[in-house]
């Protein structure tokens, strides 16, 4: 099993910054792309922004020059640096990792952090 454990989330202000954590562990051999979603009451769970194992990047327009996402392969962990946060930036953020295990070699398997929140609001 693999587990990712978010961290970062909170309240800030219109304008502020946050930067969210996310940590995979347990059986891993790889871990191909890995993700960050939001999703508010009501609606569909939207990405955000994804990175790939080689740092190709991808972001939804609404974030595209305030959001950066990263990664350490090393330390099998995702990032996302948030500036200029908005009010409409307010979420459930979750991650996500495309992860293939040492005991099934050629499989590939998704897996889902439990979410952390943040508010922006004055």
């Known amino acids: 099993q693999v587990q990712l454990m978010e961290s970062g989330g909170g309240l800030v202000q219109p304008g502020g910054s946050l930067r969210l954590s996310c940590a995979a562990s347990?059986?891993?051999?790889?871990?191909?792309?890995m993700g960050w979603y939001r999703q508010v009451p009501g609606n569909q769970r939207e990405l955000v922004a994804s990175?790939?194992?080689?740092?190709?990047?991808n972001y939804v327009d609404s974030v595209k020059g305030r959001f950066t996402i990263s990664r350490d392969n090393a330390k099998n962990t995702v990032y996302l640096q948030m500036n200029s946060l908005k009010p409409e930036d307010t979420a459930v953020y979750y991650c996500?990792?495309?992860?293939?295990?040492?005991?099934?070699?050629?499989?590939?398997?998704?897996?889902w952090g439990q979410g952390t929140q943040v508010t922006v609001s004055s």
């Open positions: 996500k990792a495309n992860v293939m295990s040492p005991w099934d070699l050629g499989s590939w398997y998704d897996y």
């Open positions: 990175i790939r194992r080689d740092d190709d990047t």
């Open positions: 347990g059986s891993i051999f790889r871990i191909n792309v």
